[in-house]
């Protein structure tokens, strides 16, 4: 491994706040290889059956013995699984103990690429709503594409800023801020974030958090959560960032129980309305990377805006389905008759009608990047469906499934020319292991692979 020296100011700090003899231990384990750790969709099924064991705080992640290569396994590109560093699963812990609604809407700030966004998606399932936002524009396209590989159609993904929110007082359920932070938690996983790391950085980071923080206190509805996590050590991003959102509004603490089996830090902070906790994870303790994370709960009499319902749905690009194109979609594709509809460029897009009122009312102050499922447009009597609808979880009648091998599926994803035996003309739904990989479509003398251009795999 390239060793990078760490900052000798960031030292200096960490040996005042562990001692010397635990600043050793810190420092010794940012040599070790990091652990490769994978969250499975439960959506979707159970993958990597060989060698791995489970991370304790969530029972959909799993550590590999060693790390395979993603590129080539077919189940990574169809959402099978996430890549996340085991720290962060702890959301999961979070969520249960709380008891956060599954049926509730909840709101991923800063969210790409997606780690903790397919977490909380996994969670509300079929029966809540994500907003996934991220103001950065290209890292708000690889956080769409994970999204729409997580399949489950409960998301909505925007690209705003904490500022275009503000109309969002007390709307959500539970508000997740993983703020950007000058990432000390990441010095054994990427090396070069010690290159990246100054003091004045983190003074930077902590004013940053601040703003967003002054936004994003206030869009938790009474008696819903705010969950604040980085991956830096410093107190400046963390314990101190606790003591300026109890400074700014109301909130109560909530402490997390924690196995003592896990080695995660507890630690306290005094605010006038109470000890607030924070858990902190170091890889000398831990097998993932370094992780902070404080969870606070909105006062029950707190403010609760509710979606105001609009009667003609109006937007400058979105346009709800009339009834006929709705009924169409539900009886040609099969899907649920508790569906709402809307077109964007004549494709459809399926979202749950139990939502519609919140989708539209926040569509009035988003920047909308994408929602639901795309399920693809109609030409005269034929359906051409999308790949997003593809790689979604929603049934897809009327259309013959293929089961492809991993020389096949691979074949695929590199968008390479595919030949396939005993098909039907049309469109045919190719899978792997029975997982949904896409579309192709046989037109008799040969067939088309509609994979996405932009997310064919080069590797050999
Ligand atoms: N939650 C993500 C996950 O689990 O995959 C990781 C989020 S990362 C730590 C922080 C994100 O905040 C980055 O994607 C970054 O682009 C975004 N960001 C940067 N500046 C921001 C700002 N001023 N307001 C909100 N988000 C910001």
Known sequence: MSEIKLPEAFVKRMINYLGEEEFFAFEKSLEKEPRVSIRINPFKGIIHEADRTAVPWNNEGYFLAERPSFTLDPLFHAGCYYVQESSSMFIAHILKYIQAPKDGIFLDLAAAPGGKST????????????????????????????????????????????????ELEGFFDLVLVDAP???????????????????????????????????????????????????????????????????????????????????????????????????????????????????????????????????????????????????????????DERSTFYSLQDSFFWTNAKYQTHFEFLSRFLNIRYFGVELGKFNKEQFIPNHEFAVSILPKKGFT????????????LRKEDMVVDDIPE?????TYQNIPMGWIKNLGNRI???????WRIRMR
């Open 181 to 335: 932070c000058s990432g000390e938690g990441l010095f054994r996983k990427d090396q070069e974030a010690r290159n990246e790391w100054s003091e004045d950085n983190v003074n930077l980071c902590a004013l940053r958090q601040q703003r967003i923080m002054d936004q994003a206190g206030a869009l938790v509805k009474g008696g819903g959560y705010l969950i604040y996590s980085t991956c830096t050590f410093n107190e400046k991003e963390n314990e101190d960032m606790i003591r300026f959102i109890c400074s700014e509004y109301a909130y109560e603490p909530v402490r997390i129980p924690i196995d003592p089996t896990w080695k995660i830090t507890e630690t306290a902070t005094e605010t006038e309305d109470g000890t607030f906790y924070g858990y902190r994870f170091y890889p000398h303790h831990v097998e993932g990377e370094g992780f902070f994370v404080s969870v606070f709960k909105r006062p029950e009499d707190s403010y609760i805006q509710e979606p105001k319902k609009i009667k003609d749905f109006k937007h400058s690009h979105i346009k709800a389905a009339n009834k006929q194109e709705s009924q169409r979609l539900i009886s040609d594709l099969g899907l």
């Open 401 to 412: 499934a293929h089961e492809l091998n991993l020389d096949q599926a691979l074949t695929f």
């Open 119 to 166: 977490l909380l998606s996994s969670f509300i399932g079929k029966d809540g709503f994500l907003v996934a936002n991220e103001v950065i524009k290209t890292r708000a396209n690889i956080l769409k594409e994970n999204i729409i590989k997580w399949g489950l159609g409960n998301t909505m993904v925007t690209q705003n800023d904490p500022e275009h929110f503000r």
């Open 426 to 430: 049309g469109w045919v739904l190719v």
């Open 448 to 454: 088309n692979n509609n994979y996405p251009k932009e």
